[in-house]
C-alpha cells in the first residue's frame, strides 16, 4: 500500500516541527501546519485552479528554469495530491495603500485582459476606482517595487483604465435586510462607509448638506482632473448597491444626532469632512482680490465665466494649489504661478500635476513665503514675499523653511489664491452632544475602531484626521462600517483590528537576472497649449495595448495575488484565502530525521560562470532538463542551433572534497550520476562528445564499475583533473581551461558544461538539530553516535537519523538506512501496536442474475471537458443488466463515494462499474466501499475514460465520447462475467533464522530480539564474527574488531538468541510465514520452523595465489594478514610498505565490481603504519573513499607524507628470497614507477562466498552476473529478494564497509518485523488455477514462473500434474500465456471474462 | 490520538521509515516541509544504474 493511503500514516504536509520535549519514549511534538490556503480535505486536486490564475512565479520544482502559478501542486503525481498557494506575504503596493486595495491582484488580471474581473476585484477594497485612478495621491506607486529596476508601474493610470474600461456592473438585487446606519456627509469617506455597509447587508442614508454628493470630490476638483462622468460612475455604483442619499440635508441645521436615533437608525457615521479654509493671517487678507482656494474651485468648477485676475499668485503646494492655479490658466489669467515656501523636493502635490501645470506655463517660486499683501482702493495690487532657506527637518519629516533676513522683495499681481489648507470644525456638534475633540478641533476617536467618545457613533476623514487623502478617507470609511458591523452585531471591536505587519519582505521578491528594462508607460495627454485653454480632462487614458504593457511590468512581489480567480472556479469551494497556520500537539515514542540534503549553490565557485554563462548547469538541473516533463521537455535549452555534434562537459567535485568550500567530503553520488547522465545525453544526442573531467571516479557500489564501464563503451571521455576557469566565447561556446595529464596549460570548447556541485545539510538542519536537541557534526549533518557501529542512532536516546540526512548517500543506501531507524524507533513504541480492526459486516448475496450500477466521474473539467458524461451514463443506462447509472463531478470524493454506497443499498446493486481515471488511482477506494457495504470487492471494475480517453482525444470530443461509451459497455460486459473473490489467510510462525553470524547477522539478531521475537543464527564456522573479528581496529572509533563482535555475541545471547556455530544448513522448505529448516551439527540433523529467513552469509576474500610474488615472497601478505600481523606484532622490523589496490576487484581477478571497503581500509592502515615511522605508498586506481569521515582521513594520510601513487596493469614484485621493490606502469606519467619496499600488501577485493551456489538453489535466490545475491530492486527493494519471507543484508549481497552492513541488518529487522507482526499473512485471492483435466504435465508453467509457485506432482503413477502454490503465486499471468492446453486460467482475469470485453468491443 | 512514532523529513528515505513502522502496526506521523512527499528524489529524472524513472 502506498503511503498515502496507509491507515497507520498521518502526513503532515507543508509543515515543520517547531517543538520538542520530554525523553524516549514520551516525547511531546509541537507541529506547525504551515496554511496552505487550500482546504485539502475538500481539494480533489482537479488542477482547475491554476487555469485561470493569472501570476506566474519561478518553479521551484522545476528548480526555477520555468514558472508554475501562484496556486499549484508540486508535480501531476504528488502526493497528497492537493494545490496549495504560497503566499509571500502583502505586496508593497497593497501595504502601503492605506484601504489595502489589491492593486497586485488587478494589475494581474489587467494582465490577462481581465478587465472586468479586475473592477470586481478593485471594488471590494474601493468604491472610487474612476476618482482614485485620477486624484489619488498613490502611495502605492511610491513603494512600487519595479522602481528598483527602473521606474514603478503607473498604478493609479491601470486603476483607471479599467474603470473607464469596462461597464459599470451593478450588483444583482441587493438584498438589504440588516438594521438602518446613518452616515452623515457624502465626500469619499461617508460614501465609502455606506458603500462597504451596503455591502453587508445593512440599510444606510447618507445626509449630506449640500444639493450633490461627493464631497471635495464634486466641489471643489476641477474637471480637466475629474470629470463628472467620471465622479458620476463611481456615486452611480455606490448608489446602485442601495446607499441612499438625502442632499440638501444638514446636520445640526436640519436634523441632529438624536433624531437620528429616534428614526431607528442603529449606528452612525460622521464624515464630515474638513471645509474651513485656513489663511495666512498676514496683513492685507481682506483686500478684494484675496480668495480662498476651495472657495474659489467651487465656483470655478462650476461656472467657467467665474472671474479671474490677470496675475494671479497661488500660495501653497498640494494638490489644491496646483489645481488652482491651472484653474486661473484655463479661466484667463494672463499669468497665474504659484509660491510655495519649501522647494519642490517638499511639494506634496502630485508630481505628474505638477508636471503639466509647468507644461501649461506656470511659473512655481519656490523657497518663497509671503509676507504682506498690498493694494489700492481696496484691491490688491502686489504682495511682499521673503525668501526662505531649509533647515532641519520638522514633525511632518519634511525640512521646515527659515525666513533669510532682509531678502524680501514685492511682486505686482491682482489676485492672490490661498491655498494653505483646511481643517476640520465640529465644534457646532457639541452643543448637542458631549462629544470628546483633540486640540485640533477634530473628533477624538479611538484609533482601531474610530467610534467617538460617543458608543455608537463612528467618525473618519478629514473630521478626524484633519485635511488628508482621498484614499485615507476611503479607508476610514471601510474600517467604520466594519466597526458599525461589529457593534451591532456586539462582537469585539477591536479583535485583529491592528494593520499586519505583513508587508513581503524585499528578498523574497523575484526579480529575474535577466530582466528586461522597460519604462514606465506614459499615458497620453492633451496637448498643454490646447489644454490650458478648456476644462476637458488632460490625461486621455491608457489604451488596451498601453495598459497591457504596463500591467507586465509588474513583478508580482506577493506571489499569489489574492484576486480570488481560483475561488470562482473551484468546485468543491476548497480554497480559503484567510486560513492561518495551526499547530498540532504529538505524543511520540521516537524520532527518525530523516531531512535530506541540499545543493552547493555553484555561484561560490566563480570561476566556473554558473548564472553569468547561459549553458553552465548544475547536474540537478540536467537532471530536470532531461526530463520529459522537465522545463524543456527533455532538451537543452542551448539557445543556438547546433551545426556539429553537441560537446559537452562535466565538472566533478564541484564544492565536494574542496577546503576552499570548507566541504571536507565526498559526496558520494556525483559520480554516478554523471555517468548516468552522460548515458542520458548519448540517448537524446548519440554524437555527442562528451568529456568528464575528475579527480577519482567512484564507482564503488553494486553495477556500478559496469556502469562505468558502459559509458566508456559508448564513448564518454574521462581526463583526471580540474579545470581552473570557463571562459564564454564570442559564439557563446564555454572554453574549459585545464592541465592535461603531463601537468601541460590546455583549453577545450564546449556547448554546455554540467557542474556536479556538492550536497551540503539541508537547509533548516541546524535549527531542527536545536528543536530535537541533537547534535550535527563538523560537517553540519546530524550527527551519529558512531558512523561504522551505530549509525542511525543521533546523540539522543530514542531520536533516529538516516539518509542524507546524516551525509550524501545514494538512494539504495537512504532506503536500507530507512528501514533500519524503522526497526529502532519500533523498540521505543512497545504495547502501542495499532489494534487491528475487523468488523463484521452483513455480506450482500450475489448469486442472483447481475445488476449493475455505473457510476461515471467528470472527474471536474478533465473528463467532461472532452467527453460527454451525461450521454455516456444515458448510454449505460440502455445497457443489459445496467439497474442504475448517474454521473458525479468526482467520484472518488468522500461524498460520492458515500452516494455510491447508498446506490448499492437502494438498486440491490451485486455489480459495480465506475468510469473514471486509471484502476492504479482509485481502485482500491472503490473497492474499499464495497467492502464497507458488504459488497465483494472483486465485482467491480473501472473503465479508464480519462487516461486513456479524454486525456488522449481531447481534440476529437465526439469520438472521445463514443470511445467512452465502448469502454463502458466493455467494463459492464466483464463486470457481469466476475465472480466474488477471497482472501486467503495463512497463520504464521514468528521464528526467525539468520543464516551466518558475522557482524551483520548478528546485529540484525539483536534488533529482531529487542522487537520481541525468537532468533536463531546459524553459522557454519565454529567462531562468530566474520571478517570484523580479525580486523585490528575500524575506523574511525579504531575499536578492535574482536571486541566489537564479542560485545555483539554477549548482546545477542543475552537477550535470548540462540547462537548455532559449527552448524550447517542442508534444507529449507515452505514459503512466507511457514519455513522448514533442516540444519546439521556434528552429523546430527535437526529440523525447525520459522516464519522468515535472513541471508547474511557474508563473501569471502580474494585468494592472489600464484601472482604477485605471492608465492615467492614471504613478505607478500593480505591486507586481512596485515590486521592480523598488526594485533600480534610483526611489523617492528618493517620500513617501508606498498599497499597494492584492486587486487581482485574491478575486473581483476574476474571480479567485476570495485570491493568498496579496501580504499578506506588501505589508508586507515597506512596512518597506523605512517605514524609508527614506516613508509607508505599506496598504489592504486583512483582513491574511491566516500564514507563519513573518511575523505578526513584520506587528506590526513596526505598530510602524513603517505604516497599515493596512481597505475594501471599488472604490477610486478621483484626481488630475491624477499619482495623488495615494486614496479608499476604509472597511469600518470609515461613510464613505470619502482618504489623500494620491504613489505607489499595486496589489498584483496571481496568475492562472493563459495557456497553462495549451493545457498542460491536452497532459498531460490537467485544470483545476479557478479554472483552476489540479488535483491528485489536495486533502489527501493535492496534487502529483500524475489522469494517472500528471504531477506538479505550485507556482504552476501555485495561488498559493503561495516556501517552500511549494520544499516542493511537492522533494514532487514524492520522487514521481518513488519512481516511477522501480523498473526496471518493475507493472500491475494487473484492467483492462477489448474484445470487438471486439461493440463498434459508439460511443465512449461513451472519453468516460467518466477515465483517458484508451481510444480509438477505425479497424480498417479508417471502421470504429473501442474499444482499452483497459492501462498508463492503472484498472480502475474506468465503461466496463463505459456500454457498450449489452456489449462491453466488466472482468477479475475479468466478466459471467459476477457473474452466478454472483448465480445461487447467487436461484437 | 494514539501515540506513534514522528519522521521528519518525506523524502524516500522518510518515506520508507513511515512504510515500515506503519507495517508493523505502529502508528506514525510523517511531517514534511515542503506541500508533498518525493523530496529530491521525485525531481531525479532516472536513476543509476536501473535507469528507472522515479514517477
Known sequence: MDVGRHPNIEIFANSEVVGVEGEAPDFKVKVRRKSTFVDWDKCTGCGECPTVCPVHVNDEFQLDLSKREAIYRRYPQAVPNKFLIDKKGS????????????????????????????????????????????????????????????????????????????????????????????????????????????????????????????????????????????????????????????????????????????????????????????????????????????????????????????????????????????????LGAEEAFIVYRRSRQEMPANEEEIVEAEKEGVKIHYLTNPTKIFGKDGKVTGMECIKMKLGEPDSSGRRKPIPIEGSEFTMNIDMVIMAIGQAADV????????????????????????????????????????????????????????SIDRYIRGVDPKENRKKKDDRVRDEDIEIPDDIQIQKRTAMPMLDPEKAKKNFEEVGQGFSDEQARKESNRCLSCAGCSECLECVKVCEPNAIVHEMVDEYVDLDVGSIIVTTGVDYLDPTEASEYGYKRFKNVYTSFEIERIMSEDGPTAGKLPLG????????????????????????????????????????????????????????????????????????????????????????????????????????????MLFDAVCLSSALIPSKGCKDLAEVLGVDTDEDGFFKN????????????????????????????????????????????????????????????????????????????????????????????????????????????????????????????????????????????????????????????????????????????????????????????????????????????????????????????????LQRGYKVKIIEKKEVSGGLVRHLSSIYPSFRAGKDIIEKLIKEFTGAGGELLTSTELVDVTGYVGNFGVKVKRDAKESEFTVGAIVLATGSELYDPAGRLGRDRFPNVITNMELEEKILSGGIEDVKSVAFLQCIGSRGDGNNPGCSRYC??????????????????????????????????????????????????????????????????????????????????????????????????????????????????????????????????????????DIGDSISQASAVASKVAALLSRDKITLAPITSTVIEEYCRGCGRCAEVCEFHAIELVEKEKGVFTAKVNEALCKGCGTCVAACPTGAIDLRHFRSEQIEAQLEALFG | MPKGALVVGGGVAGVQSALDLANAGFKVFLVERGPCLGGRTSQIHKIFTSMDCTG
Open chain 1, 427 to 482: 465644534s457646532f456638534l457639541t452643543k448637542e452632544e458631549n462629544f470628546e475633540l483633540t486640540r485640533w478641533g477634530t473628533f477624538a476617536v479611538d484609533p482601531d475602531t474610530l467610534q467617538t467618545s460617543i458608543p455608537g457613533i463612528f467618525a473618519g476623514g478629514d473630521a478626524v484626521t484633519g485635511p488628508a487623502t482621498v484614499i485615507e478617507a476611503i479607508a476610514a470609511g471601510k474600517e467604520a462600517a466594519e
Open chain 1, 1159 to 1296: 580504499c578506506q581500509a588501505a589508508i586507515k592502515e597506512a596512518i597506523y603504519l605512517k605514524e609508527r615511522g614506516i613508509d607508505v605508498a599506496i598504489l592504486n586506481r583512483g582513491v574511491r573513499v566516500y564514507s563519513k569521515g573518511a575523505e578526513r582521513m584520506y587528506r590526513k594520510a596526505r598530510e602524513l607524507g603517505v604516497l599515493f601513487l596512481p597505475y594501471e596493469g599488472e604490477p610486478e614484485i621483484s626481488g630475491t628470497d624477499k619482495a623488495q621493490a615494486v614496479t608499476v606502469p604509472s597511469s600518470d606519467i609515461d613510464a613505470d614507477i619502482t618504489i623500494p619496499v620491504d613489505l607489499v600488501v595486496l589489498s584483496v577485493g571481496m568475492v562472493p562466498a563459495a557456497d553462495s551456489g549451493h545457498l542460491s538453489e536452497v532459498f531460490k535466490v537467485p544470483r545476479g552476473p557478479d554472483k552476489f545475491f540479488l535483491e528485489r530492486h536495486s533502489k527501493f527493494g535492496p534487502v529483500e529478494t524475489t522469494v517472500e519471507g528471504v531477506f538479505l543484508c550485507g556482504c552476501c549481497q555485495f561488498p559493503q
Open chain 1, 91 to 330: 505586496p508593497p503596493c497593497r501595504y502601503s495603500c492605506p484601504a489595502g486595495v489589491n492593486a497586485q491582484g488587478y494589475i494581474a488580471l489587467i494582465s490577462q485582459g481581465k478587465y472586468k474581473e479586475a473592477l470586481e476585484l478593485e471594488r471590494r477594497d474601493n468604491p472610487f476606482p474612476a476618482v482614485c485612478g485620477r486624484v489619488c495621491t498613490h502611495p502605492c506607486e511610491s513603494d512600487c517595487k519595479r522602481k528598483d529596476v527602473d521606474e514603478p508601474l503607473a498604478i493609479a493610470q491601470l486603476k483607471r483604465f479599467i474603470s473607464d474600461r469596462e461597464p459599470q456592473l451593478s450588483p444583482a438585487n441587493p438584498a438589504l435586510d440588516k438594521e438602518k446606519v446613518a452616515v452623515v456627509g457624502a465626500g469619499p469617506a461617508g460614501l465609502s462607509a455606506a458603500y462597504f455597509l451596503a455591502k453587508r447587508g445593512y440599510r444606510p442614508t447618507v445626509f449630506e448638506a449640500t444639493d450633490h454628493p461627493g464631497g471635495l470630490l464634486y466641489w471643489a476638483i476641477p474637471r480637466f482632473r475629474l470629470p463628472e462622468a467620471a465622479l458620476m460612475r463611481d456615486l452611480d455604483h455606490i448608489k446602485s448597491w442601495g446607499v441612499e442619499v438625502r442632499t440638501g440635508a444638514a446636520l445640526g441645521k436640519d436634523f441632529g444626532i438624536k433624531d437620528l436615533f429616534k428614526q431607528d437608525y442603529k449606528a452612525i457615521f460622521l464624515g464630515l469632512g474638513a471645509a474651513k479654509e485656513k489663511s495666512m493671517g498676514i496683513d492685507g487678507e481682506d483686500l478684494q482680490g484675496v480668495v480662498l482656494c476651495v472657495q474659489f474651485l467651487n465656483k470655478a468648477v462650476h461656472d467657467p465665466q467665474t472671474p479671474v485676475g490677470k496675475r494671479v499668485a497661488v500660495v501653497g503646494g498640494g494638490n489644491s494649489a496646483v489645481d488652482a492655479v491651472r484653474t486661473a490658466v484655463r
Open chain 1, 785 to 1008: 553516535t558512531e558512523p561504522a557501529i551505530m549509525p542511525l542512532e543521533s546523540t539522543k536516546k530514542g531520536i533516529l537519523v538516516c539518509g542524507c540526512a546524516t551525509g550524501p548517500k545514494d538512494i539504495t543506501d537512504s532506503i536500507a538506512e530507512a528501514s533500519g531507524a524503522a526497526v529502532k524507533a519500533a523498540c521505543f513504541l512497545e504495547g502501542h501496536e495499532l489494534p487491528i480492526e475487523k468488523k463484521e459486516i452483513e455480506q450482500v448475496d450475489v448469486s442472483g442474475p447481475p445488476r449493475v450500477g455505473v457510476f461515471v466521474c467528470h472527474c471536474g473539467p478533465n473528463i467532461s471537458k472532452v467527453v460527454d458524461v451525461k450521454a455516456v451514463v444515458e448510454y449505460a443506462k440502455t445497457l443489459p443488466d445496467v439497474v442504475f447509472a448517474e454521473d458525479y463531478a468526482f467520484a472518488c470524493s468522500e461524498t460520492a463515494q458515500h452516494q455510491i454506497q447508498e446506490r448499492i443499498a437502494e438498486y440491490k446493486l451485486n455489480r459495480v462499474v465506475v468510469a473514471a481515471c486509471t484502476p492504479k488511482t482509485h481502485e482500491i477506494s472503490f473497492q474499499d466501499s464495497l467492502t464497507a457495504v458488504g459488497l465483494n470487492p472483486y465485482l467491480f471494475d473501472i473503465a479508464n475514460i480519462r487516461n486513456q480517453c479524454s486525456w488522449v482525444h481531447q481534440k476529437e470530443p465526439e469520438k472521445a465520447t463514443e470511445k467512452a461509451r465502448e469502454l463502458v459497455r466493455m467494463s459492464v460486459a466483464r463486470v457481469r462475467k466476475l465472480g466474488p473473490l477471497f482472501m486467503k489467510e495463512l497463520s504464521v510462525n514468528r521464528d526467525v533464522a539468520i543464516i551466518g553470524a558475522g557482524i551483520t547477522g548478528l546485529r540484525c539478531g539483536i534488533d529482531l
Open chain 1, 640 to 747: 543556438k542551433e547546433l551545426t556539429e555534434p553537441l560537446s559537452f562537459a562535466f565538472i566533478q567535485c564541484v564544492g565536494s572534497r574542496n577546503m576552499r568550500h570548507d566541504i571536507n567530503y565526498c559526496s558520494r553520488i556525483c559520480c554516478m550520476n554523471t555517468i548516468k547522465d552522460s548515458l542520458v545525453l548519448k540517448e537524446h544526442y548519440p554524437d555527442a562528445n562528451i568529456v568528464v573531467f575528475y579527480i577519482d571516479i567512484r564507482a564503488f557500489g553494486k553495477g556500478f564499475e559496469e556502469f562505468y564501464n558502459r559509458s566508456l563503451e559508448k564513448g564518454v571521455k574521462y581526463i583526471k583533473g580540474k579545470p581552473s576557469k570557463i571562459i564564454e566565447d564570442d559564439q557563446g561556446s564555454l572554453v574549459i581551461h585545464y592541465e592535461d595529464e603531463d601537468g601541460h596549460s590546455n583549453k
